[in-house]
Antibody, heavy 125, light 107 residues
Framework: EVQLVESGGGMVRPGGSLRLSCAAS????????MAWVRQVPGRGLEWVAG????????GDADSVKGRFTISRDNVKNLLYLQMNGLRVEDTALYYC???????????????????WGKGTTVAVS | DIQMTQSPSSLSASVGDRVTINCRAS??????LNWYQQHPGKAPKLLIY???TLHSGVPSRFSGSGSGTDFTLTITNLQPEDFATYYC?????????FGQGTKLEIK
């Protein structure tokens, strides 16, 4: 079964740090890009950060640039999000997602997210 | 960064109705546009990618259209399970931003 399981969330003071992990199973992890997406309770989805299969970044949201770092371990099938300098506004449910893609004939690689974890909650106060 | 704006923010409809949800990008994203559905307490579910390509297993009452900066998600013959929040997302340029969501409620 294809599965993503996030962990590492918790309560932290402003200015503190946390490292989120996402354990992948049921698929060849290093065949896919991955991403973190967050959601404040009752609010919309926000792209946080993405990473290519080989570790290259696919871009961070302006709101987290310089504070959050996405990384991965393709041997352990783990995705990470190191969060430093946490702010109250970083409080959210953090989802890990697999980035799939489709190559159209004639060009164009279209990325989208089909597999999502259940999320881990980060509370900054 | 590319900003995505959805309209309306919420709408009410009845089972059997046809509804449209709009998404506008702050700059062209050609057809690099995805649509997701999210029910409360659940992770998002992909409906459409490349603006108009239905993801496998998604009912044909869902359809997407548009290119450049303006896109539309249309749901015909609304079913009870379609009442949820819908998000667009551009995958043209990093960071791959989302719209703020459109909540579809039962009238």
């Amino acid at each position: 079964e294809v599965q993503l399981v996030e962990s590492g969330g918790g309560m932290v003071r402003p200015g503190g740090s946390l490292r989120l992990s996402c354990a992948a199973s049921g698929f060849t992890f290093d065949d896919y890009g991955m991403a973190w997406v967050r959601q404040v309770p009752g609010r919309g989805l926000e792209w946080v950060a993405g990473i290519h299969w080989n570790g290259g970044s696919t871009g961070d949201a302006d709101s987290v640039k310089g504070r959050f770092t996405i990384s991965r371990d393709n041997v352990k099938n783990l995705l990470y999000l190191q969060m430093n300098g946490l702010r109250v506004e970083d409080t959210a449910l953090y989802y890990c997602a697999r980035v799939d893609y489709y190559d159209f004939l004639g060009g164009g690689r279209f990325y989208y997210m089909v597999v999502w974890g259940k999320g881990t909650t980060v509370a900054v106060s | 960064d590319i900003q995505m704006t959805q309209s309306p923010s919420s709408l009410s409809a009845s089972v059997g109705d046809r509804v449209t949800i709009n998404c506008r990008a702050s700059q062209t994203v050609t057809n690099y546009l995805n649509w997701y559905q999210q029910h409360p307490g659940k992770a998002p579910k992909l409906l459409i990618y490349a603006a108009s390509t239905l993801h496998s297993g998604v009912p044909s009452r869902f359809s997407g259209s548009g290119s450049g900066t303006d896109f539309t998600l249309t749901i015909t013959n609304l079913q009870p399970e379609d009442f949820a929040t819908y998000y667009c997302q551009q995958s043209y340029r990093a960071p791959r931003s989302f719209g703020q969501g459109t909540k579809l409620e039962i009238k």
